[in-house]
T-cell receptor, first 111, second 113 residues
């Protein structure tokens, strides 16, 4: 059973702080990793994808992948109240296998 | 470029009825995946269609079925609805084989009474 685990939260951070979201996965053969953001009542939207060990930065967002530890994280710098949402981690073995989603971490950025 | 569209956006049905949901992918996308999202279970994969063929299937009963047309539009059908089928049904599309990034539609919220 392929599993993706996330702390459900809520994770509360003050405005301007760094939010750190974590995700672990069970299938060591996983190759592709994604972070989606989902606002309440809306559908998930892609924030980042990462395929290789290390860090990948895109604006205020940094994804970090450690395949040896089966761990992927998302850092949000200079957090804003508009970042308050549920963040979903998704993992797949390859381009032809389904995404497996974690249940998400609810982030609350306090102004 | 237009995003993924889903119809209808909201639906109320009663137990025992059946329902058909529709999804139009982003132009050029040939892979369509369907997910069920509930507060308790999160996002769960239903099935994926690519070039009119079901490529992957999740762990759902046979009451859940789908198909894809030659223009890549997809439909999913749920027969003999149960109260537990109340959920947000999301469709996601992606480019052909080798490109995994999926883009989600707005979803269809189904309430079964």
């Amino acid at each position: 059973q392929k599993e993706v685990e996330q702390n459900s939260g809520p994770l509360s951070v003050p405005e301007g702080a760094i939010a750190s979201l974590n995700c672990t996965y069970s299938d060591r053969g996983s190759q592709s990793f994604f972070w989606y953001r989902q606002y309440s009542g809306k559908s998930p939207e892609l924030i980042m994808s990462i395929y290789s060990n290390g860090d990948k930065e895109d604006g205020r967002f940094t994804a970090q992948l450690n395949k040896a530890s089966q761990y992927v994280s998302l850092l949000i710098r200079d957090s804003q109240p508009s970042d308050s949402a549920t963040y979903l981690c998704a993992v797949s073995l390859s381009g032809n296998t389904p995404l497996v989603f974690g249940k998400g971490t609810r982030l609350s950025v306090i102004a | 470029k237009a995003g993924v569209t889903q119809t209808p956006r909201y639906l109320i049905k009663t137990r025992g009825q059946q329902v058909t949901l529709s999804c139009s992918p982003i132009s050029g996308h040939r892979s369509v995946s369907w997910y069920q999202q509930t507060p308790g279970q999160g996002l769960q994969f239903l099935f994926e269609y690519f070039s009119e063929t079901q490529r992957n299937k999740g762990n759902f009963p046979g009451r859940f079925s789908g198909r894809q047309f030659s223009n890549s539009r997809s439909e999913m059908n749920v027969s003999t609805l149960e109260l537990g089928d109340s959920a947000l049904y999301l469709c996601a599309s992606s480019l052909p084989r080798g490109e995994e990034t999926q883009y989600f539609g707005p979803g269809t919220r189904l309430l079964v009474l």
